[in-house]
């Protein structure tokens, strides 16, 4: 995963080439097996702003220009040059596999570093660095423009990419590189945009696994989010659209949708068997304990 605010300047292309040229060989020729999931956070464009995304070791640029090396989850990390930082990623994921990372083709580094001690040159202090908070609107990279759950018509995705490169998010946005004024297109969310409160996988029937459709409710429930919370509507507790805590998430099962507050997908809800008819004709129910 890339920073999507990269420069052509600043290190982050050569970073990743040698990235992708580094995994391919380990995997293909050295034999190393990591988990699907498994993945790298190349964060080097000024301040992180991928902390919140997924990734396993990731690499950011402190505020005097150094690169730290760092495991997802760890408090220290090291400091690398750039003619070495892939080399030591990979070392880094090496260590992860041969001190035991991954069980039954699985696991994580945060999990893992919980309890194995990462190796000693790992001795710089990771900074602590505010939540990045996206928002549609103008970046150092071009717009950044907001799309309803991630997801829009075909016709639209084509309309960008006639006006500038794109740039995907982890954010459900898409920056439009060197655009300076927002699209004029019908899908795209603006600031402010009250679904941009909320998240929701593709639910039932695009997705099997999926008890309930979610999408439509969570459209009709944005309006009632209140400002600065985060809702999460899932159709199953596997919990894919935002696998952290949300302010109010709801989590479709057998006998209608359980609340949880504060909390994921797993954790212990409120209230339950909540029907949404019951959740659009009442959404203050989402914020009552």
């Known amino acids: 995963m890339v920073t999507p605010f990269w420069q052509a300047d ?43 995304a997924s ?9 005097a220009g150094s690169l730290l090396l760092y495991a997802d989850g760890a408090q220290t990390g090291r400091l690398v040059d ?12 090496n260590w992860f596999v041969r001190s035991g990372g991954v069980c039954n083709g699985r696991g994580r580094m945060a999990s893992h570093v919980r309890h194995m001690p990462l190796p000693p040159e790992y001795n710089t202090p990771v900074p602590l660095a505010p939540p990045f908070i996206p928002e549609p609107g103008m970046t150092s990279a071009g717009w950044m423009a907001g799309v309803a759950f991630g997801q829009c018509h075909a016709s639209t995705l084509c309309a960008l990419s006639t ?39 593709t639910g039932a029937l695009a997705c099997p696994q999926a008890l309930a459709p979610v999408r439509a409710l969570a459209s009709d ?9 985060f809702l999460h509507v899932s159709g199953c507790a596997k919990g894919c659209a935002h696998p952290q805590a949300a302010t109010l998430t709801l989590v479709a099962q057998s006998g209608g949708f359980a609340l949880i507050h504060h909390g994921t997908t797993t954790d212990q809800p409120i209230a339950r ?17």
């Open 10 to 52: 600043d290190g982050t292309t050569a970073l990743v080439q040698a990235l992708e040229n580094s995994l391919q060989h380990a995997i293909v020729h050295d034999g190393l097996r990591l988990p699907g999931k498994f993945g790298f956070a190349i964060d080097c464009a000024g301040p992180p702003v991928l902390r919140q």
């Open 163 to 201: 006006m500038a490169p794109l740039r995907l998010t982890p954010w459900r946005m898409i920056v439009l590189e060197g655009v300076i004024q927002a699209p004029d297109l019908a899908e795209l969310l603006q600031a402010g945009d009250a679904r941009l409160r909320v998240a929701a996988c």
């Open 55 to 63: 990734a396993d070791i990731r690499i950011e640029r402190t505020e």
């Open 273 to 289: 068997n909540l029907s949404p008819e019951r959740l659009r004709a009442h959404p203050e129910l989402m914020t009552k304990d």
């Open 82 to 93: 750039p003619h070495n930082a892939v080399e030591q990623a990979m070392a880094l994921a």
């Open 221 to 229: 429930l944005a309006a009632h989010v209140p400002a600065h919370a």
